[in-house]
C-alpha cells in the first residue's frame, strides 16, 4: 500500500490520491506528530489549488460511465471493499492510533461503525428501488428514479479519520455520483489508506479522489461549478460557513457542527448503571466526540450527591495512556487543544464551580511530552459559565444540579446545541415524556450514546446541524440523489385524443 513518499528530510510524506494514483504534488508540508509522545512523525502534502482542480476533474471525467454502472455491479465492488477493510482491519487502526491517538479497541470501534455503513451501501439495487403505480390514468403509468448528483465533495474532521468518511463516500458512490474527499491535514494516513483499498477492491479510476489540504482547498471545493454538493462535519462556526459558501453557489450541502450533550439523571436511575455509562461516555476518546456526554444534570442534591461521589470513586480506577487495549483513553490531539481544555477547566474554577477531580497538568509515565488531559469532573456548574457554553472536545465531565426534570429539560432548551441527549430514568412515562418534546436531534432512554444504526441517519437540530438532510442511511440516499418522475402512455394507433385546455386531472 503506497501510504506516502519520503521527503528530503528523510521523513515520510502524505500524499494525495488522484485518478487511481498516489501523487505528492504540494504548495508546502505540514507536520503530523504523534500525541502520544508529542513528536512530529510524517509530513503532510497541501494540495495547491490546481491540484483540488485537477482532483475534480477527474471525478467529472470518470463520472458519466460510472452513473451509466448498474447498482449491482456497484454494490458488488462495495462488498469487496467491506471484505479489504476487515483483512487491514490491524493497519488502518494501527495509522489511527499513530496520528490521533485512539487505543486500540476505541479505533476498532471507530472501524466497525464505518464498516456498518459499507455494509448498508451494499444495498444499492434496493435503496435505489423507485416507486411505480400502473394506471393513475387510462393507459398511463407512473414512476420514480433516483439519480446521482454528479460530482460531490466530503469534509472530514479529525476526531474520526475513518468512520466519518465512511458515513460519506460508500453510499454517495453506489448512488452513482463520484467523490472528492478532503480530511483532516492532522491525521490522514488511516483516510489515504482506506481510499487505495477502493481501487483494490475495483473501482474505476477518477471515482474517488482524495486532495490534503487546508482552508483553499476547501474553499475550491465550496465554489467550483463541476461540484454538485457538499458535506460536511465539524465545528458549528466551520459548519456555517461551509454551509452560507455551498448554498450561495448553488450547491446542496448538509453542514453537521458542534454539540453539548446533556444527560438528565432521575431520582429513579439505577445509579450504578448510570455511572458505568457516563464514564464511557464522557471520557471515552477523550471526550474528542461530537457525541460525548459532556453535561449530567441532576434532579434533585441528593441525587447530585450520590452521582459525584460515585463518579469520584470510579474515576480513581480510569487509566490513561497510548494505543493500548489497556488505557480507557488516550491524548487530546495537540498541544494547543490541549491547553484550550485546561484552560476551560480553569475558568469553570474561577467562575465559581467546583473541581473535584483535576485532569490539568497529568504526567503518564515514558510519554511526558504528550497530549494529555485527564478525566475531570467539575460540579456546581451553571449556565453563564463558559465551560458549559462552549463544546470543550476533551475528557471533562460537568454536573449541574436543577430541581424537577422539566428544570432539567429547559436547560438542554436553551442551550443552542441540540445534537444528542438521553435520560436515565425507570419512569416509562417520562421517559416518553422527554422523548416527546425535547428539543434534541438524536435522544437516549438509559442510552448515553443515542448514535443511530447506519439504517437510519444521524443528524442534530438548532447549531447541530445546517441544512435539511441528515448524514447516512435514508436521509444520504436522499442527499446523494434527485428524484426524477416519468408519467408515460402509448396511445392506440386507433385512439386520437381531443385538445384539452383545462388542467390534466385523471378521469
Known amino acids: 500500500m503506497n501510504n506516502g513518499v519520503t521527503g528530503e528530510s528523510g521523513m515520510k510524506i502524505i500524499g494525495h490520491f488522484i485518478n487511481g494514483r498516489v501523487v505528492d504534488i504540494h504548495s508546502r508540508l505540514q507536520e503530523i506528530y504523534n500525541p502520544a509522545i508529542g513528536d512530529v512523525i510524517r509530513q503532510v502534502a497541501i494540495a495547491p489549488k490546481f491540484l483540488v482542480e485537477d482532483a475534480i476533474a477527474a471525478a467529472q471525467a470518470a463520472f458519466p460511465a460510472w452513473r451509466d454502472t448498474p447498482p449491482i455491479q456497484r454494490a458488488r465492488i462495495m462488498f469487496r471493499y467491506k471484505q479489504l477493510l476487515e483483512e487491514h482491519a490491524d493497519e488502518i487502526c494501527s495509522l489511527i492510533g499513530q496520528e490521533h491517538g485512539k487505543i486500540l479497541h476505541d479505533a476498532a470501534g471507530e472501524l466497525q461503525r464505518g464498516i456498518e455503513n459499507v455494509e448498508y451501501a451494499c444495498g444499492a439495487p434496493e435503496i435505489l428501488k423507485g416507486e411505480f403505480s400502473k394506471n393513475v390514468g387510462a393507459g398511463i403509468n407512473s414512476w420514480s428514479d433516483f439519480q446521482p448528483l454528479g460530482v460531490v465533495a466530503g469534509i472530514t474532521p479529525f476526531n474520526f479519520p475513518a468512520m466519518v468518511p465512511l458515513w460519506m463516500f460508500p453510499l454517495a458512490l453506489v448512488c452513482g455520483n463520484t467523490f472528492v474527499l478532503k480530511p483532516s491535514e492532522r491525521d490522514p494516513s488511516a483516510t489515504l489508506y482506506i481510499g487505495q483499498l477502493l481501487k483494490e477492491a475495483g473501482l474505476p479510476d477518477g471515482v474517488f479522489n482524495i486532495v490534503n489540504g487546508d482552508k483553499d482547498a476547501v474553499d475550491t471545493l465550496l465554489t467550483d461549478k463541476r461540484v454538485s454538493a457538499v458535506s460536511f462535519v465539524g465545528s458549528t462556526p466551520v459548519a456555517q460557513y461551509i454551509y452560507s459558501t455551498a448554498t450561495a453557489h448553488g450547491k446542496r450541502c448538509q453542514a453537521l457542527g458542534g454539540a453539548k450533550n446533556h444527560a438528565i439523571v432521575m431520582p429513579d436511575a439505577d445509579m450504578e448503571n448510570v455511572v458505568s455509562s457516563l464514564l464511557g461516555a464522557a471520557f471515552g476518546s477523550s471526550g474528542e466526540r461530537c457525541m460525548a456526554l459532556s453535561v449530567a444534570v441532576a434532579v434533585g442534591d441528593d441525587i447530585a450527591d450520590q452521582l459525584v461521589a460515585q463518579l469520584q470513586e470510579r474515576m480513581k480506577s480510569l487509566t490513561i495512556g497510548v494505543y493500548s487495549d489497556k488505557n480507557d483513553f488516550g491524548p487530546v490531539i495537540t498541544r494547543e487543544h490541549q491547553q484550550k481544555i485546561c484552560a476551560y477547566i480553569t475558568s469553570a474554577e474561577q467562575q465559581g464551580a467546583k473541581i473535584l477531580v483535576d485532569g490539568r497538568n497529568i504526567k503518564i509515565s515514558g510519554y511526558e511530552n504528550g497530549f494529555f488531559v485527564g478525566a475531570t469532573l467539575i460540579d456546581y456548574v451553571t449556565t453563564n459559565m463558559d465551560s458549559y457554553k462552549a463544546e470543550i472536545f476533551g475528557p471533562v465531565l460537568q454536573i449541574i444540579r436543577a430541581k424537577t426534570m422539566q428544570d432539567a429539560m429547559n436547560i438542554i432548551d436553551e442551550h443552542e446545541y441540540g445534537n444528542g441527549t438521553c435520560i436515565y430514568t425507570r419512569d416509562g412515562e417520562a421517559a416518553n415524556y422527554f422523548a416527546d418534546r425535547i428539543q434534541v436531534g438524536m435522544v437516549g432512554i438509559n442510552i448515553p450514546l443515542p448514535v443511530p444504526v447506519a439504517y437510519h441517519s444521524f ?32 396511445p392506440s394507433a386507433n385512439l386520437r385524443e381531443r385538445t384539452e385546455f383545462s388542467m390534466p386531472t385523471m378521469k
Open 459 to 490: 443528524g442534530g437540530w438548532k447549531n447541530s446541524l445546517f441544512g435539511d438532510l441528515h448524514a447516512y442511511g435514508p436521509d444520504g440516499v436522499r442527499f446523494y440523489t434527485r428524484r426524477k418522475m416519468i408519467t408515460q402512455r402509448w
